[in-house]
């Protein structure tokens, strides 16, 4: 993501339940799993054609045009708080940014290619050196 381009909080709606994993006893009482709520179609945080390359993009990631984000790694909600805020800003950096550049096909020097057949001619020599001359 640009740093122009800002998601408000207002435009975030976060979900907890509770998570499996470590925790001891505390993991069937704590809330810690968050499932972070991004409604890419509908925000108006992006510009209109940073939302169609991300809407492209994150398809398969999508339903409706709504993106969602889960984090359950940590004990502490918060933690995992910040770890799905930091995934979706990962997924959405990756998302809107420009295509790479196309690649030029490119063709062996010369001299490149003279060096590879001589290389091989020589190990055929040597190859056939090894050879036994009895007939």
């Given at each position: 993501?640009?740093?122009?381009?800002?998601?408000?909080?207002?435009?975030?709606?976060e979900r907890f339940s509770r998570a499996g994993g470590p925790g001891g006893q505390g993991?069937?009482?704590?809330?810690?799993?968050?499932?972070?709520?991004?409604?890419?179609?509908?925000?108006?945080?992006?510009?209109?054609?940073?939302?169609?390359?991300?809407?492209?993009?994150?398809?398969?990631?999508?339903?409706?045009?709504?993106?969602?984000?889960?984090?359950?790694?940590?004990?502490?909600?918060?933690?995992?708080?910040?770890?799905?805020?930091?995934?979706?800003?990962?997924?959405?950096?990756?998302?809107?940014?420009?295509?790479?550049?196309?690649?030029?096909?490119?063709?062996?020097?010369?001299?490149?290619?003279?060096?590879?057949?001589?290389?091989?001619?020589?190990?055929?020599?040597?190859?056939?050196?090894?050879?036994?001359?009895?007939?």
């Amino acid at each position: 993501m640009s740093p122009a381009v800002t998601v408000p909080a207002t435009e975030l709606t976060e979900r907890f339940s509770r998570a499996g994993g470590p925790g001891g006893q505390g993991v069937n009482t704590t809330d810690s799993r968050v499932e972070l709520v991004f409604d890419l179609a509908g925000s108006g945080a992006f510009p209109e054609h940073l939302r169609r390359r991300a809407l492209d993009r994150l398809s398969s990631r999508l339903t409706g045009g709504v993106l969602t984000v889960v984090a359950s790694e940590h004990r502490s909600q918060l933690r995992n708080r910040e770890a799905a805020l930091e995934r979706l800003r990962e997924l959405l950096r990756d998302a809107t940014a420009p295509a790479p550049p196309q690649r030029r096909a490119t063709r062996p020097t010369r001299g490149s290619q003279r060096r590879r057949l001589d290389g091989k001619r020589r190990r055929g020599d040597v190859k056939r050196l090894r050879r036994s001359t009895d007939d």
